[in-house]
Every structure is written in C-alpha cells, then in structure tokens.
C-alpha cells in the first residue's frame, strides 16, 4: 500500500500516484500520476483525480449488489449462449440502476470541486479492474464514467 494516500480510499488525485499504484488505480491512472511527477518544472499536464479499486469493492457490495450479481451467475448454464446473453444484460441493467454508496459519492463530489473550483465542466472515465485482471478474481469488469458540469449541476451516470 501506497504511503501516499490510505488503503481505504475512494479518489486519489493524480498527483498522488505513481506506475506502483496500478493495482490500487488501474494502469491508465497509476501511468497519469507517474507522468505528472516526472515532468520538469514548467510543463504542464491537466490534474484530474482516479478512483481506486476498494471504491469498485464498495460499489459492489452496497445495497448487495455482489450477491444479486453472483445469484445470476450462480444459476447461469454456460453452455446456453442465450442465457449468456440474457444474464450479461440482466448484469449490466442491475451495475446501471445502482446508486453509489453515499461516501462514494462524497468523494467522487469533493475531488471535483477540489480539481474545479466547481466552476469548470468536465467529464471522465475510469475502468477498474481491466488492466490487472488476474488480481480482480472474479469481480465484473466495469465502466464508470460521469460527466459533472459545475457544482450546483454536477450529476453522476452509470454508462
């Protein structure tokens, strides 16, 4: 674990990470942060902030989405490429209608204004789990991505 932010963190700014942060960030993330502490002074990269695998934990299991996700997979015949389908799509409509857990959502809120002064528009994506999917066992591999605009309007969507 990093020493440069705690184990139960939900954001971490960019600055904050380096490329030993990938399993915590994902490697598009952990490689932002290590670019952003090794330029020279002067150049300049936009900031931006990552959220972390224990935050992708902790929407799974808020509201038991784990368990709902692992009763689909649990009665899933694989050999049935109709019922692939059918529990893919019952999967994603449940990752999609589920809300963030309020701390989650906190955090996503605070590192945005923080970054923004809640006064700049924005949008990001962060895929945890992708890159290290041999340390995800089995957790579903997901897309977060959010579009804020502003404090007072800032909205946060599952795609």
């Known amino acids: 674990m990093s020493n440069r932010f705690s184990a139960d963190a939900l954001v971490v700014p960019f600055e904050q990470l380096r490329n030993s942060d990938v399993e915590i960030v994902g490697g598009k993330n952990a490689s932002l942060g290590e670019m952003i502490s090794q330029l020279p002074h002067g150049v300049r990269v936009p900031t931006g902030f990552a959220t972390t695998a224990h935050a992708f934990r902790e929407f799974l299991k808020f509201e038991d989405l784990d368990q709902k996700i692992h009763a689909i997979l649990d009665a899933l015949d694989t050999e049935d490429v109709v019922a692939l389908a059918e529990a893919g799509a019952k999967i994603r409509a449940l990752v999609e209608a589920q809300p963030f857990p309020p701390a989650l959502e906190a955090s996503i809120r605070e590192a ?48």
């Open 112 to 159: 945005f204004v923080t970054l923004s002064g809640g006064q700049a528009d924005a949008s990001f994506a962060t895929s945890v789990a992708n890159e290290q999917a041999a340390h995800a066992g089995d957790a579903p591999r997901q897309l977060l991505s959010a579009a804020l605009r502003g404090s007072r309007e800032a909205a946060i969507c599952h795609l």
